[in-house]
């Protein structure tokens, strides 16, 4: 099993930036990718960014390209999410996922069902 901690979340004005952290612990050697999720008030939770866990390939939503970056560190086992040029629509409780290469066969990496482990979750309120 693998156990998550996301972190940083706050309160930012519209315009400025925050930085995630989703700290892995467990049997992190099965991971296979690490995803980020937003879920807003009445929404659905929808896929935000992921990466694979050697950081050799990642793939991030249309909405928050280009404004939001993600990364990992192997050495911490932590995957970040560097978000600029926030806007009051990104916000949402982030969640961060992994999923093993096995348990992600049958899904997409957009889809919450390909991932079988998930942080608490933190806030980030933008304001505008």
């Known amino acids: 099993q693998v156990q998550l901690v996301e972190n940083g979340g706050g309160l930012v004005r519209a315009g400025g930036s925050l930085k995630l952290s989703c700290v892995a612990s467990?049997?992190?050697?099965?991971?296979?990718?690490v995803g980020w999720f937003r879920q807003a008030p009445g929404r659905e939770r929808e896929f935000v960014s992921t990466i694979s866990w050697t950081g050799s390939s990642t793939y991030t939503t249309d909405s928050v390209k280009g404004r939001f970056a993600i990364s990992v560190d192997l050495a911490k086992s932590t995957v970040y999410l560097q978000m600029n040029n926030l806007k009051s629509e990104d916000t949402a409780v982030y969640y961060c996922?992994?999923?093993?290469?096995?348990?992600?066969?049958?899904?997409?990496?957009?889809?919450?069902?390909?991932?079988?482990?998930w942080g608490q979750g933190t806030q980030v309120t933008v304001s505008s």
């Open positions: 996922a992994v999923t093993s290469r096995t348990y992600f066969r049958g899904s997409h990496y957009w889809e919450t069902r390909a991932y079988d482990y």
């Open positions: 467990g049997r992190t050697f099965t991971t296979y990718a």
